[in-house]
């Protein structure tokens, strides 16, 4: 999440950081959840009374406000491609620690869910 923030950070540097991770992190988590699912069932049982990371994430955050700016600018698919790819040009060296394997359709998929909630 934190690495396709800061992409989204460079191409709009009028969402903040933290913006851009609220729009993209329930894709991601839901995406990460594969792996470690100990690990998930904890955090969600944690934050939240769901065994879902998702269902957890949102009844979490949902009490906090965020501007959600990179779904009110709709980027079209040329500019979520190049989020995408240089999610693993800029950022490779730690996209490349994610718990699950990633590549750019993986990323085109999660900016395309999240831009959608």
């Given at each position: ?110 900016l395309a869910k999240s831009?959608?909630?």
């Open positions: 999440a934190h690495v396709i923030a800061h992409v989204i950070s460079g191409h709009y540097p009028d969402i903040a950081h933290g913006d851009a991770l609220f729009t993209v992190y329930k894709e991601v988590l839901k995406f990460n959840s594969k792996a470690l699912p100990e690990k998930h069932k904890f955090i969600s049982k944690t934050i939240g009374k769901s065994s879902s990371i998702a269902k957890s994430f949102d009844s979490f955050f949902g009490q906090f406000e965020f501007e959600r700016r990179l779904a009110a600018k709709n980027p079209d698919a040329k500019m979520i491609r190049v989020i995408a790819e240089e999610t693993f040009t800029y950022m490779k060296g730690i996209a490349d620690l994610n718990p699950v394997p990633a590549d750019e359709k993986v990323v085109r998929k999660i831009i959608c909630q």
